[in-house]
């Protein structure tokens, strides 16, 4: 055996459901529902199954009439097959294949799934022998799932030095450490000794945790994330200082501004006016919160490496793990690399065409208002507030100005200098970047940077100066998305497994129910507990520990589907040994964990 098979077998990658064999159990009529329900509810809400040797018909092929498949046992397993052959009808429905013993007729009906609305269809059982409706395929579905490497598509954008077998059933480290820092980063408290003067509530929104160094004389702004108490959502807020709302008109670009949604547009949510929990009147903006987003003048000048995070513990800046090579180069002077300076202008192009198209002007084009999440995607801050300090009913000249003001964020990008775009030194940078740029990236900057003869100039009109670079960006959003996808994937089967372990094991070894303090020691339960056994607590003819994961998932999900197939269940003393199917075991749990829900009472909190 080679090793890629033996790294198979160890992650349970082998565990094929073998096809569906004509000498099936007589008792695959008492088999359950495919789906257990506690997969698809919560602990709580589990709801009575009608009785397992009483069939009816279901609008989802994973009836309680489905015959279950036959697995090919590991070899560490000591289940045995039963092998007792009867006569078996069969019969298409939906595409799907049906099995049914000859001395139990079958249902009258079937549900079926309806194609137009998803509604159950019922019609009478059509033979295996009929004619295949159009557009519909017969297949024979397993009856369970194992856990699964990633799709062709998906494998051909790996490296090929990530070992496929060893990640092919948890989430890869580098999304994982980017999603945990993320949620650090929403999860951080401001410490009371650090921050003694923010307030412990604004509205409904607590927590607050500043964002940016607070300077209490003469700042104008402040930014924090805080937690609303309607939802539990984490959000971003933006404090105008002493500004007080004597208008409702003054409000009014504002609710155009909520209604604009725009993936690369920092997404405005609220308006709080005349808020008085900081001792002032204050007006709170409440955005979304994307967090650990720096921006674009953190990212490529800054000094110092970071997010702008403030650390709610110490109340020092948290640095990001994802922009230090950038930032590094930036020290240097040299300009950002062209196809990531592209991808900023397919981003902030599709922002402002948002912003414009909506009868809006961003006013917000700057290096410090331009956010970068994650790795390179690019968010429109502030939306709003220049609305509401400065109003100005002209919005096509507004409009121009964030054009100019996009040229001017460009140049500095390209140059390495924040300062490039001043009036001494555009000549100068243009030539810079004619040297080290292609010819179009010259022409949209000089195009941005110059006035139009007519007056009037669109962001659309770039367009054309991007040219095929654009589909370059779509193919690396689609890439990520199968990434994301793929790494969804590998979590998918984790849940339900972590449900089914969740109903063993607030079965096995309950001090007592219904003050029954051998409850869990008696009758279907300790099947359960033996099982348990089964599983976890094999050990090896020297009395090692036996611990293959490609035996735990397989026994899981043969659990879960209720199989036929029967296992040897033996007590830890030795005097009593079991043969029962899945399926057997599958009912046990059930009715154990629907013992314990019907009864189950709400324990108040401490």
Not at 467 to 472: H, K, L, M, P
Not at 502 to 527: C, M, Q, Y
Request: charged share 20%; aromatic share 6%; hydrophobic share 35%.
């Amino acid at each position: 055996m080679d090793s890629d098979m033996m790294e198979d077998h160890r992650w349970g990658r082998s565990l094929r459901p073998a096809p569906v064999s004509p000498n099936i159990s007589a008792e695959i009529e008492q088999v359950p529902s495919f789906i257990p329900q506690f997969a698809q509810l919560g602990l709580g809400d589990m709801q009575q199954p009608p009785p397992p040797s009483k069939q009816s018909g279901s609008h989802s092929p994973f009836s309680s009439h489905r015959v279950p498949p036959t697995f090919i046992p590991s070899s560490a397993s000591s289940s045995t097959n039963h092998t007792e052959a009867i006569p078996l009808y069969q019969e298409n429905h939906g595409g799907t294949t049906y099995f049914y013993p000859h001395q139990q007729p079958p249902p009258a009906s079937i549900a079926t799934p309806d194609s137009n609305g998803g509604n159950p269809r019922v019609g009478p059982p059509t033979s295996i022998h009929d004619e295949v409706p159009e557009n519909h395929t017969v297949v024979n579905t397993n009856g369970s799932f194992s856990y699964q490497g990633p799709v062709p598509h998906i494998g051909k954008f790996r490296p090929k030095s990530v070992a496929g077998n060893s990640m092919a059933q948890f989430v890869s480290p580098d999304v994982k450490m980017e999603l945990v820092h993320r949620q650090l980063a929403m999860e951080a408290r401001a410490d009371p000794h650090v921050y003694p003067d923010l307030p412990q509530q604004v509205e409904h929104l607590n927590h607050l945790v500043p964002l940016e160094q607070i300077n209490q004389h003469h700042a104008t702004q402040s930014v924090f994330k805080a937690i609303s108490v309607r939802d539990g959502v984490t959000y971003c807020i933006r404090r105008l200082h002493g500004f007080r709302i004597s208008s409702p008109k003054q409000l009014q670009p504002l609710e155009t501004w909520k209604k604009l949604s725009n993936v690369n547009v920092v997404q405005l949510r609220e308006v709080i006016a005349n808020c008085k929990a900081f001792g002032d009147s204050s007006v709170i903006l409440v955005y979304d919160y994307h967090p650990l987003a720096d921006s674009l003048k953190t990212r490529h000048f800054g000094r110092m490496l970071g997010s702008g995070f403030i650390d709610g513990i110490t109340g020092a800046k948290m640095s990001s793990q994802l922009s230090g090579h950038v930032s590094t180069q930036m020290q240097q002077g040299a300009g950002v690399v062209e196809w990531l300076l592209w991808s900023y202008v397919i981003q902030l192009s599709s922002a402002l065409r948002a912003v414009h198209a909506n009868g809006l002007a961003s006013r917000c084009v700057d290096l410090s208002k331009i956010l970068v999440h994650g790795k390179s995607k690019v968010l429109l801050s502030c939306g709003g507030v220049a609305d509401l300090l400065v109003p100005d009913s002209q919005v096509q000249q507004l409009q121009m100005e964030d054009l100019h003001a996009l040229g001017r964020v460009l140049l500095a990008l390209a140059t390495g200098n924040a300062f490039s775009a001043r009036r001494d030194l555009v000549q100068q940078s243009m030539t810079y970047v004619s040297n080290h740029y292609s010819s179009d990236m010259k022409n949209l900057i000089s195009f941005l940077l110059s006035s139009s003869p007519s007056g009037r100039k669109s962001i659309n009109e770039i367009m054309p100066m991007i040219g095929a670079r654009f589909y370059s960006q779509l193919e690396t959003a689609q890439m990520r998305n199968d990434m994301l996808e793929n790494e969804l994937s590998k979590e998918l089967e984790n849940g339900r497994l972590f449900r089914i372990l969740a109903k063993i094991n607030t079965i096995v070894e309950r001090p007592e129910h219904n003050l029954d303090p051998s409850w869990s020691e008696t009758g279907d339960r300790f099947l359960i507990k033996l099982f348990r056994d089964y599983v976890f607590h094999q050990v090896t003819e020297s009395g090692k520990p036996w611990m293959d994961m490609a035996h735990i998932v397989q026994c899981l999900n043969k659990l879960d589907a209720g199989v036929s197939e029967k296992v040897q269940l033996v007590s830890r003393d030795g005097n009593n040994l079991i043969v029962v199917s899945y399926g057997d075991l599958r009912r046990c749990l059930e009715a154990a964990f629907r013992e314990l829900s019907t009864t189950a009472s709400v324990v108040p909190r401490h």
